[in-house]
């Protein structure tokens, strides 16, 4: 017998549930064949997909901190990390050049306060990705009702990453966020080191990045 807690998605639709212990599965939330039928589900139409995730991720870390001592900071980090990385592969990015990715604050210098050397296209998808869940213009974009809509400038950001198969610069608020090909690759990080390159195209030999 087990608590199980679960987050997934399905066409845009974010679920969150828990199946308790010691109960059938019409109680526990699953069908005949496993479908989360009594799931909390996150599907409004009226909501754009990046909200719906972040209630349901929300739900998930409330569920499991009922479930079990599951729930410190480090596993909310790690679940939103786990959305993140499942985004940032939901567009097949094979075959696309190296990418970098950077998130710059307001500021006098415009210092970026976050960005990458150059890393596998998804990778880098993944990273901006991160930079816009660690955003306090981000956090407070999903408390503002009208900036959750369908069509907000909230929406549109994360539309944009998401859907991106190349560069990109997207703002929220006075954050900006973005994907490019300039850089340089980091070879002191085992991490990569033994990662294939793929240099775009149009660089020439003695460029950055090659």
Known sequence: MFDGVFLGERDGEWIAGRQFPTQSRYADGFSDNGDWRYATYYDSPSQQEAYRAWR??????SLSKNAANCWDPLFIHAAGQAIDRYWAHRVPLNGVADMSAA??????TGDANGST???PAAEAKYWLLQYLRGSCEVGDSFRRPQLRKIGSALHKAYQAVIEAAGPLNVSVSDDR?????DGSYNYRDDRWR?????PHP???PGLRGN
């Open 103 to 108: 998130w710059v604050v307001p500021g006098l």
């Open 117 to 119: 050397d150059l890393l």
């Open 194 to 198: 033994r990662v294939a390159r793929n």
């Open 177 to 181: 966020f973005s994907l490019s090909f």
């Open 56 to 61: 349901a991720l929300r739900e998930y870390v």
């Open 202 to 204: 149009d660089r020439k």
